[in-house]
Structures are given as structure tokens and as C-alpha cells.
């Protein structure tokens, strides 16, 4: 007889995901980890967890090959199990119900993302099964692993992971994981971007030195009058235009993908003398490259003075900044005091670095497997402009892809549902992921390591 678990899927699994609330900072992760935990378990994998707090563990599931070939590293799987919070969202349903209607499952993680962890668990579910029944014989490990606090800080999940137990890694060169692989209409076109790298995120301080005095008496040049100036310009202007390989790739793939005029367009933003004139002339259209083709700041943070009546001798205003990726710090910096100049003192107070360089080595079998499942869609590679779990995990030597393939409506959107009241996904995307997902896996990422 068939094991219950087998006959789990997609859909059936990330009901059963959403319905433990693991909402960040208010709900632990570890009931729903456990219920995974449990099922892979029952399915004959060895797991394993590591948690910096017993209530918001992480999961480690590991498939060992019965033959395998030294040449393929592991196929690893990820994600987080937290979710961001529902408070003050008018939802039109209950967001932790798991509840299917008209084709959707709805509920707070549907994309973000428990449904994704549906997707690749019925993909792993079905590789074991066959494994079992002799059907297959893949020739390389497969890892799953699910962390907590992903939408927080990661101090529990994959940043606790990389920086206390790097030894998990080892042998790991390639992941799957959030965002990206789901289908997106723009400018006429259907297409499936795979996130190959994301700008990189951190913290600084810029702080401005000058004469004290008494407030008696008009001065000029102070500190406060230079940050004053530094600020307004950090905060009206753009850093220079920096075009980061991963970067240049992706629009070169989009101009190839768009053709004409369009396409000729995209490849333009690539000069330099060009980007900001025609991100002008782009208005909203040109949001999507502007934060890929410089390095941005915004001032969140502002400091100094002590007593109305003095003036300060040093002023400070604390920014967060984002970095395309493969640019280094030292680099950002010139382009900071390009614009504001070099009389300031900058201290990085956080940086999270990104990965040196983007591998594309998969990408290619990635948009194969994609283009076959649908062969309307035109897989590009693409860029976050935000940060997830992958830049813990480039530090363990890990290049993450996005790619949770999801054949989307053309009403549809994913990134306004994301972390949004009612979010949802349409079942039938659910399934597509999951079957795409388990072809790459038995018919696609072993055949990049064949020589
Ligand atoms: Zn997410």
C-alpha cells in the first residue's frame, strides 16, 4: 500500500504549511518545522536540526545516493518557514486557514513562502518514492533545508547557520531557493526571470567635523551646514551608474529577449553616459533597472548637538545602503564621496557581504527546463534589488538560484501580493513548480557536471 505521506502534494502541503501561524517575532517556527520534519522522516530521509533557540529550529534533510558521482555536488533545496505579520491588513478571508477558492489557495506564505516549500517537497517526496521503487537511481546527494527568521534578521536561521555551523555546507556549490523562476508580463512579453544575485545591503555612518563655538554668533562651514549639504545632495541625487557583471548579463539576456526597439533600449542603459538620461525618459518604467545600475542610499538617521545654545562639532546622519551586487565597499565609498565629497568620516557599522562573484553555471539547464514546461515564457536571468537568505549562503560558498517556477495569470502579481493582504496563489502554479521542479532535479542539474 502507498505511504500516506506519498500522497501528499503541492497544493495539499502548503495548505498544511499556512495553517501554523509562523508569523516573525510573534509565533515560533518550530511546529511547523517539526511537521515537516516528521514527514520526511516517515519518508526514509535522515534529518537533522540545528537551532540557536529550541523554538525556532532549522531543519536539515539530507537523500544520500546510493551511487554517486563525485563529480556532481549535492542538489540543495531552501527556504524559510516564517512568514511576515497580517496586522493591520484587511485580509478577505482568513490568512492562516489554508483556504482553496476558485482555483487559489490563499493565506499569509502562499508565495513567501510556503508555497514554494509545497513545490519542492513534492518534488522531493516523488524523487524518494521512485527511488525507492527502483525507478531512479540519481547519482547525487539532495539536501532540503528549511530555517526560521528569514523575514527577521536570520540571527536564528541562515545567518546563525552560515556563522556558526559552516560545516553543514561543506561540498555544497549550488542552491535553489526563493525569488524567482514565476512568470511576469512586461512590456507584452511573458517572462520567467531566475534570480542569479541580489544587491547587497549595509549600514553606515557619515559623520561631518567642524568648529564648535557659541550660537551667539553667525558661523559658516559648520558641521551641521556641511552634513545639511551632504544629506540633501545623498538624498536628490543618484551614486554613479556601476554596472555589476551579474547586471550587465541579465539586461544583455532581456535585450536579446525583447528584440527591436525595446531591446535596443535595454542594451542602452548599459552605457553609462547614457543610464540616467534614459532612465529619465523611462519615468516609472525604468524602476525596475534604476536600482540595478547604481549603488543607492537613503539617510534614515540623524545625529548631533547637545545644547541649542552650541554649536556641534560633530555631526552624524546614519544611512542604509544598498550595493549592486559584486561591488566591493571600497568602491561604494568612492561613490559616496563622489558626490558628497572626501571631508567626511564613513564607518560601516554593518555589511553584509555578497557573493565576489555570480556562477552561472546552472542557469543555462535552469531556463532549458522552464522554456519546456512552457514554451510561451521567456526565461532571463535577473537580479534582486532586495536581499534574501542567499547572501548567508554565498559566505558558505552556496551560489543560490531563484527558482520556484510558477506559470502565473496575466493579472497576476506577485510581487504586490507578496508580504500584502489576500495573498494567494493560483493552485495550478503550485503544481506546475512542483513538476518542474522534480524534472530538473531526476533531468537537468546533473547533466551540467558531464563532461
Ligand atoms: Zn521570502
Known sequence: ????????????????????????????????????????????????????????????????????????????????????????????????????????????????????????????????????????????????????????????????????????????????????????????????????????????????????????????????????????????????????????????????????????GIKLLLKPSLTDKLLALLGTAGNLFDPLLHNSLNVTVVGGGSAVNVIPSNVWCKCDLRMVPECTMDEAITDIKSLIGSDFEIEILNYDEGMAGVDLKLYESMAAAIKKADPNGYPVPFVLQAVTDARFLARAGVQSYGFTPMDLPDDYDFTDLSHNANERVPVSALKFGAKVIYEYINDGYANNFIK
Open 1 to 264: 500500500m502507498k505511504q500516506d505521506i506519498f500522497n501528499y502534494d503541492a497544493v495539499s502541503l502548503a495548505q498544511k504549511l499556512i495553517r501554523f501561524d509562523t508569523t516573525n517575532g510573534v509565533n515560533p517556527e518550530k511546529d511547523c518545522i517539526m511537521f515537516i520534519k516528521n514527514i520526511l522522516d516517515e519518508a526514509g530521509m535522515e534529518t537533522w536540526l540545528i537551532s540557536h533557540d529550541e523554538a525556532r529550529p532549522n531543519l536539515f534533510a539530507k537523500l544520500k545516493a546510493k551511487n554517486p558521482d563525485p563529480n556532481i555536488p549535492p542538489f540543495v533545496m531552501y527556504g524559510h518557514i516564517d512568514v511576515v505579520p497580517t496586522e493591520d491588513q484587511v485580509w478577505d478571508k482568513d490568512p492562516f486557514a489554508g483556504i482553496i477558492e476558485d482555483g487559489y489557495l490563499w493565506g499569509r506564505g502562499a508565495i513567501d513562502m510556503k508555497g514554494e516549500h509545497g513545490m519542492m517537497l513534492e518534488a522531493l517526496l516523488k524523487i524518494i518514492e521512485e527511488t525507492k521503487e527502483g525507478k531512479i537511481d540519481l547519482p547525487f546527494d539532495i539536501y532540503y533545508i528549511a530555517v526560521s527568521d528569514e523575514e527577521g534578521t536570520s540571527d536564528y536561521g541562515m545567518k546563525y547557520l552560515v556563522e556558526n555551523h559552516h560545516e553543514q555546507f561543506e561540498g555544497m556549490k549550488y542552491a535553489i531557493g526563493e525569488i524567482g523562476g514565476f512568470s511576469l508580463k512586461i512590456m507584452g512579453k511573458k517572462l520567467y526571470p531566475i534570480q542569479i544575485g541580489e544587491k547587497q545591503v549595509a549600514e553606515i555612518k557619515i559623520t561631518a567635523k567642524g568648529e564648535g563655538g557659541h550660537a551667539s554668533m553667525k558661523h559658516s562651514g559648520t558641521a551641521m551646514e556641511r552634513l545639511a549639504e551632504a544629506i540633501a545632495k545623498l538624498s536628490k541625487e543618484r551614486l554613479p551608474v556601476r554596472i555589476a557583471p551579474s547586471v550587465r548579463y541579465m539586461m544583455e539576456e532581456m535585450s536579446r529577449s525583447f528584440g527591436g526597439v525595446i531591446g535596443f
